[in-house]
């Protein structure tokens, strides 16, 4: 598939596949969007980045039939999902539809400073994976190729101002907001990164997970590894329930059959086991490691156990590697990552305690006499 094929779901729904990253190519890595119509009203999720990219939504929003109304969702803040945002103000325009666009609130710090957010990314990488140039500058080489960036429009919401609801997908108890009378779910997951959604399509049955599929273990430094793998198992039990019939993602230009996303899904969960069995295979009965030695020795294990997900490269491997390291317990400390030593905490005695009344009583006299 190439940038902007289209993938036909059903007679209202396609996916518009984007494309992966190439920093040598200068080429920005654009996220699928999927594009579906409930009664009048469009659903578009995400929008990618570039003026192609752009040129081929504006292609694809009349092959699910006629609508007079567009509902933007952001899956989450990464700049290769949010660039072409301000598409909805320009639909406006055009057609004079009504407009409505959300994004996750904890996202917006990122969506308002992606280099920021990139330069602190790759600060982790510093002196442990080899870096082209100070991590400043390869946050200033990276997040160039996503122009032009436009993450916000007029209508611009976050989800977070609408009432956060308490849902039940085929028995599955879920978390996050309802549009279009329900028939368009939006469901909090904040694994990939700190804001991170889901959207699911009641009507035919689609989920589409956005990123939150990328690999195993989470690259970034917000994300969350167990809210990642609940994804792949609350997805396997919504499959379960009959409530899922097909899976998109935020990267993978292939729509799967939920027998077959089931199996993805159970996958990647083999995976995140293997992963940590790798990790503490390294460490052995060591307490500290060097980063940069236990990088090379679990980028080996990644290849041999073929692990992937969307733009696999050195550096992604080495951001997952760092957070692998975090989930076996281990911080840094200095120059090496180490596990805490564990020590009895000091518990005051009985006579430090009695000893310190006169002055709790003191305080908690002058707190009254302040309040007054």
């Known amino acids: 598939m190439s940038l902007g094929d289209v993938i036909q779901i059903d007679d209202r729904t396609v996916l518009v596949t984007g ?25 578009m999720v995400d929008t990618g980045v570039t003026a192609q990219f752009r040129a081929a939504l504006l292609r694809a929003v009349d092959l699910v039939g006629p609508w007079t109304e567009l509902l933007l969702l952001t899956t989450h ?25 959300f994004v996750p609130a904890r996202d917006l710090a990122q969506m308002l400073d992606p280099h920021t957010y990139w330069e602190r990314s790759f600060e982790r990488l510093d002196g442990v994976v080899g870096l082209p140039a100070q991590p400043a500058l390869v946050a200033t080489k990276v997040t160039s190729l996503f ?22 997908v085929g028995g599955v108890p879920v ?34 997970l956005g990123d939150e599929v990328n690999g195993p273990c989470g690259i970034m430094r917000d994300a969350d590894q167990l809210k990642i793998q609940t994804t792949f198992a609350t997805t396997v039990a919504m499959i379960d329930a009959g409530e899922v019939s097909w899976v998109t993602d935020g990267h993978e230009p292939e729509v799967l059959k939920a027998v077959d996303a089931r199996t993805r899904m159970e996958g990647m ?44 490269n050195a550096h992604f491997t080495g951001f997952m590697a760092l957070n692998a390291l975090r ?34 009583v003191w305080w908690r006299l002058r707190r009254k006499d302040v309040s007054r």
């Open 77 to 101: 803040g990464h700049v290769d999902h949010i660039g072409n945002n301000d598409l909805a103000d320009e639909l406006h325009a055009a057609r004079g539809v009504r407009v409505q666009h």
């Open 269 to 312: 969960l083999a995976q995140v086991v293997a992963l940590q069995s790798s990790a503490l295979g390294i460490l052995g009965d060591d307490r500290s490691v060097h980063p940069r030695a236990f990088v090379e020795a679990y980028a080996q294990d990644v290849a041999a156990l073929g692990v992937g997900g969307a733009n696999p």
């Open 147 to 168: 122009t032009p960036l436009h993450p916000f429009g007029a209508t611009t919401r976050t989800y977070e101002e609408l009432p956060l609801e308490q849902l039940v």
């Open 175 to 208: 978390l996050g907001w309802t549009f279009a009378d329900g028939a368009v779910r939006v469901l909090r997951s904040q694994g990939h990164c700190a804001g991170h959604v889901v959207v699911h399509l009641r009507d035919n049955g689609v989920l589409h």
């Open 19 to 43: 494309q992966e990253l190439d920093i040598e190519a200068n080429q920005p890595d654009v996220s699928n969007v999927l594009l579906h119509r409930v009664g009048s009203t469009l659903v």
């Open 327 to 360: 989930e076996v317990g281990l911080r840094p400390t200095g120059s090496t990552w180490s596990r805490r030593t564990l020590t009895t905490p000091a518990i005051p005695g009985r006579a430090a305690i009695v000893g310190a009344l006169p002055g709790l």
